[in-house]
């Protein structure tokens, strides 16, 4: 009926939505590890969701993603610093600000993420602790970002194949995390009369869409031109192994 056809999301067009063919169209069997730079993005939460990167020319290339449990945090993200050369990581500000205090405390290269309601065209503003403790609020090294950008740039990278994803050795986590980067939907909503565009969650599971963003941002911290590798042919590496399509 007229009611159920108006409020279809199959209204949306392809590209203002996440499909598991986008993730799929991504993934690669091929170990992306290099001595060059890298960014870290981590989702936290009782699961936490990390994602390291790096830009070769204009493909981002996710060369680690895991999932990693609120108690082996910390020992876990030191080890992945070391191994892959971080230089600069995000984390997402809630909900566990302490933690994520006091890294950015100890850490020049660390960044909190919070969401703002912007409706501002850039990704993000910088925020120094100064500036916090100067206006009494949390004294903390922050990027306020703008959630509705960001997440579209993502989704961008997948249907513009600008993304490739090293696949690991764990099948079944491998499964969860390309779920998650399909759990959010693209919608329109009316806000103060006004109706915009957002990023609204289904049933929760986006840890690993939201750790690619704040691993995103990290790059973006330094500049895509100092971020990016040494030119490869990568378009001859993927054709070298075979890719897997899933639907």
Excluded at 33 to 50: L, P, R
Excluded at 108 to 130: D, Q, R, S, V, W
Aim: proline share 1%; charged share 30%.
């Amino acid at each position: 009926d007229w009611s159920s056809d108006v409020c279809s999301s199959d209204l949306f067009p392809s590209h203002d939505k996440m499909y598991i063919k986008d993730v799929n169209a991504a993934l690669v069997d091929i170990d992306l590890y290099s001595e060059d730079i890298h960014f870290m993005g981590f989702d936290m939460g009782s699961v936490c969701a990390v994602h390291i990167i790096r830009w070769s020319n204009d493909t981002l290339l996710v060369v680690h993603r895991e999932l990693v449990s609120i108690h082996d945090f910390e020992r876990r993200r030191v080890e992945l610093i070391r191994k892959y050369k971080v230089v600069c990581h995000v984390y997402d500000m809630s909900p566990y600000t302490t933690e994520v205090l006091r890294i950015t405390d100890n850490d020049p290269n660390a960044y909190a993420a919070i969401f703002t309601t912007n409706k501002g065209a850039e990704m993000y503003a910088l925020h120094e602790k100064k500036e916090d403790q100067e206006n009494g609020k949390i004294n903390i090294r922050k990027l306020n970002v703008n959630r509705t950008v960001l997440l579209d740039t993502v989704r961008d990278l997948f249907k513009e194949n600008k993304i490739l994803i090293a696949r690991s050795k764990n099948d079944s986590e491998d499964a969860v995390m390309n779920q998650q980067y399909v759990s959010l939907k693209r919608t329109e909503v009316f806000n103060k009369e006004e109706l915009v565009y957002t990023w609204a969650k289904t049933d929760g599971n986006d840890h690993s869409f939201f750790s690619l963003g704040y691993a995103y941002l990290a790059a973006c911290m330094i500049g895509k031109v100092v971020a990016a590798s040494k030119a490869v042919n990568l378009h001859g590496m993927v054709s070298s192994f075979r890719r897997r399509q899933r639907d």
